[in-house]
T-cell receptor, first 115, second 112 residues
Framework: EAQVTQNPRYLITVTGKKLTVTCSQN?????MSWYRQDPGLGLRQIYY???????DKGDVPEGYKVSRKEKRNFPLILESPSPNQTSLYFC??????????????FGSGTQLSVL | SQQGEEDPQALSIQEGENATMNCSYK?????LQWYRQNSGRGLVHLIL?????REKHSGRLRVTLDTSKKSSSLLITASRAADTASYFC????????????FGKGTKLTVNP
């Protein structure tokens, strides 16, 4: 089944404790992206990747890191999480992102709480 | 930065009625897409309309695009309780960076 898999689904952590949210897609997609969703603010893009070893900042990249060493994986790293990073996170992918006709496939989300 | 803005923020209707949601955006676009999100879950793509298209249909969904007014509407006909969800428009900017920008969504409740 074609899908984007995020783990974990729920995560509670404390301020400053490094964490990684994993994202994997089995569709051989070139484009992957991370979003966070907050009440009243909608979805905001954190980072995106056009292909292996190619990443770029989205609208809210501060406090996050990503890497794209393999085509299928795009982990989101919080080196020193803070409470304002408490949010619902989504990973998404697309076959080739041309801005003309490609749709995004989303993972099920990771609800992160930073205490 | 937010590109699309949905209107209304929330909509409550009875089963069988039609639901109309609107999206306005600010800059020229390549395409506009609509997504659906069940509570707390991942977004699911519904329909994409290109900038040179005016109307598109998919089952009970009808999307229109007016590039002169920089607006789009999503119509769900003969709504069902299962249509209860949040609906987001997303725009791919023309000449901008390679990313899809989402609005804040319309929360639709369809009462049985």
């Amino acid at each position: 089944e074609a899908q984007v898999t995020q783990n974990p689904r729920y995560l509670i952590t404390v301020t400053g404790k490094k964490l990684t949210v994993t994202c994997s897609q089995n569709m051989n997609h070139e484009y992957m992206s991370w979003y966070r969703q907050d009440p009243g603010l909608g979805l905001r893009q954190i980072y995106y990747s056009m292909n292996v070893e190619v990443t770029d900042k989205g609208d809210v990249p501060e406090g996050y890191k990503v890497s794209r060493k393999e085509k299928r994986n795009f982990p989101l790293i919080l080196e020193s999480p803070s409470p304002n990073q408490t949010s619902l996170y989504f990973c998404a992918s697309s076959s080739v992102f041309t801005t003309t006709n490609e749709k995004l496939f989303f993972g099920s989300g990771t609800q992160l709480s930073v205490l | 930065s937010q590109q699309g803005e949905e209107d209304p923020q929330a909509l409550s209707i009875q089963e069988g009625e039609n639901a109309t949601m609107n999206c306005s955006y600010k800059t020229s676009i390549n395409n506009l897409q609509w997504y659906r999100q069940n509570s707390g879950r991942g977004l699911v793509h519904l329909i994409l309309i290109r900038s040179n298209e005016r109307e598109k249909h998919s089952g009970r969904l009808r999307v229109t695009l007016d590039t002169s007014k920089k607006s789009s509407s999503l119509l769900i006909t003969a709504s069902r309780a299962a249509d209860t969800a949040s609906y987001f428009c997303a725009t791919a900017r023309k000449g901008g960076s390679e990313k899809l920008v989402f609005g804040k969504g319309t929360k639709l409740t369809v009462n049985p």
